[in-house]
Every structure is written in C-alpha cells, then in structure tokens.
C-alpha cells in the first residue's frame, strides 16, 4: 500500500536557523498536504499542494511538490520559538483512497 | 469556523471496561475520521465514515468499532479495553468533494488503560 515516509524524525534547531522536513512517496501522488500540531494541541492544516513542481509560501514557510509528485518538502527560514510543533504531511493517492499521514517532523528551537 | 470537539481530553479506564469516545462536527461535513497517535507512529487510520449509518475500516481497526447514527456525531468504540491501546484519540471531519479536502481534528481524548 502507499506509504508516506517523512525525514527527520526530529529536528533541534538554534533560533534564527532553517529548517527543512522532507516527504517522499512510493508512489505518485494526487496532493499532499501540510499539517502543523503544537506541543499538546491537535493537528491544523497549513496547505495543500496540487500541482507538479508547484511552490507555495506563506510568510516565512515555503512549501514544494516535486516534478514527479512523489515528494514534498517543508522549509522555515529564520526559525522563531513560535514554530515548534510536529509537521505532519500528508498525501493522496489517486482519487480513492485516504490521506496517508506521514510520522512527522518533530522541530524544537532554542532561542 | 469549522469546530470538531470531543467528549473528553482525558480519560481513564481498567483493563476490559467498556470505552465510548464521542466527536462532533458542527459544519455539515460528510466524512469523519478516527486516528490515533503515538510517538514515532504518527497518524494512524482506525475507521472513517463518509455517511450516516456508514463505515470503513482504516488501517488498524481491530480492537475497535465505530457508530455513525447521525452526520454530526461519530463515536469511537472500545468494546473491551487493553493496555495497548493507551493512546491521543484523534477525531477528524471534512468536506465531501472527493477526498482531497482539508481535514479539521479536534482536541484530542488522551486515553491511559491501566
């Protein structure tokens, strides 16, 4: 079945740093979706990506969709003590099936 | 604001107990989700609904059952609890229109089996 894999586990980062999380699919995907869940709270959707190599920002949050839509990635410029959370992607495959949730991206930061 | 509320975030209960985890949507949305979460597993599938009286099962559902007998309620059943299934219960909703739309979960039941 399709598997939604997600580097790294865990992220520790000094403030001000980049950060990236990656997400890669076995197989190619409709769209994939980013998720955000705070420590202690619930997962909050960011944004969904649907079209081939398609790039999408949202202020300092800058997500891609590969060429072949098989993979993902999630970049934070300038990381605030704002940002921690786990970044969960997630993706579909075809038009059945389920959005498969990738484990997540744990990030901390030190300010 | 689509606001997806559970019946408790903490609960605790013995091995064998009977366990309900009730979720509520109040924006109309067709397709409910019950996950769990837990550390290095991530998001896990349990079983979804696109409709009244209708059920999937997802990717784990053993140990557990759903009822959906109204569109804004669906619960999550434990018929008889075990220790493996401490976990965060995670209620999900969204929008018919394929199953590409954005999933709104709600706080989540934090369930400790002992």
């Known amino acids: 079945g399709q598997q939604v894999m997600q580097i790294p586990q865990y992220q520790h980062v000094q403030e001000g740093e980049d950060f990236t999380t990656y997400c890669n699919s076995s197989?190619?995907?409709?769209?994939i979706q980013w998720y955000k869940q705070r420590p202690g709270g619930h997962p909050v959707f960011l944004i969904q990506?649907?079209?081939?190599?398609e790039v999408k920002k949202q202020k300092r949050l800058t997500f891609q969709f590969g060429e072949a839509k098989k993979n993902s990635s999630l970049h934070i410029t300038a990381t605030q003590t704002t940002d921690v959370g786990t970044y969960f992607c997630?993706?579909?495959?075809?038009?059945?099936?389920?959005?498969?949730f990738g484990k997540g991206t744990k990030l901390s930061v030190k300010p | 604001d689509v606001k997806v509320t559970q019946s408790s975030r903490y609960l605790v209960k013995r091995t064998g107990e009977k366990v309900f985890l009730e979720c509520v949507q109040d924006?109309?949305?067709?397709?409910m989700f019950w996950y769990r979460q837990d550390p290095g597993l991530g998001l896990r599938l349990i079983y979804f609904?696109?409709?009244?009286?209708?059920?999937e099962k997802g990717d784990i559902p053993e140990g557990y059952s759903v009822s959906r007998e109204k569109k804004e309620r669906f619960s999550l059943i434990l018929e008889s609890a075990s220790t493996n299934q401490t976990s965060m219960y995670l209620c999900?909703?969204?929008?018919?229109?394929?199953?590409?739309?954005?999933?709104?979960f709600g706080p989540g039941t934090r369930l400790l089996v002992l």
């Open positions: 999900a909703s969204s929008l018919w229109g394929g199953l590409k739309e954005t999933q709104y």
């Open positions: 197989t190619t995907l409709s769209n």
């Open positions: 990506l649907v079209k081939s190599g």
């Open positions: 997630a993706g579909f495959e075809g038009s059945q099936g389920n959005l498969i």
């Open positions: 924006m109309d949305h067709e397709n």
């Open positions: 609904s696109y409709d009244v009286k209708m059920k």
